[in-house]
C-alpha cells in the first residue's frame, strides 16, 4: 500500500496495483480499475515515485536487499510484511 493525502489533509492507504490511471487538472486525481476517484495532495509525478518505490521494496524484500523506507507528508511508509526469498543461497540445493 502507498499513503497519499486526501485535499483536507488526512492521509490514506492505497493497492497501487489498483489504479488504472492518474489524471492532473489541475488536481491530481486516482481513477482505481472499479472506476473510484481520489483526489490527491500529491502531484503526478509524486504519486508515480511512491508506486515505484513500492514496488523497488517488494522486489527488495523479495531478493533480500533492505531498501530505506520513503517519505510524504503523511510520515513514512508502513513495514511490508517478509517475503519468501525468490531463491536460496545454495542455488536451491
Known amino acids: 500500500m502507498i499513503v497519499v493525502t486526501r485535499l483536507n489533509g ?11 490511471r492518474i489524471q492532473e487538472t489541475p488536481d ?7 472506476g473510484a ?9 509524486d504519486v ?6 513500492y514496488r523497488a521494496r517488494i522486489v527488495g524484500m523479495a531478493y533480500g536487499t533492505d531498501l530505506p ?8 511508509q508502513p513495514t511490508l510484511a517478509a517475503v519468501a ?3 536460496t543461497q545454495d542455488g536451491g540445493r
Open 69 to 76: 523506507t520513503t517519505r510524504n507528508a503523511t510520515g513514512p
Open 37 to 45: 476517484k481520489y483526489i490527491v495532495r500529491e502531484s503526478m509525478a
Open 28 to 34: 491530481t486525481t486516482l481513477i482505481m480499475v472499479d
Open 48 to 53: 508515480i515515485d511512491l508506486i515505484a518505490a
Open 10 to 20: 488526512s492521509g490514506f492507504a492505497v493497492n497501487p496495483d489498483l489504479v488504472e
Open 85 to 87: 526469498p525468490l531463491r
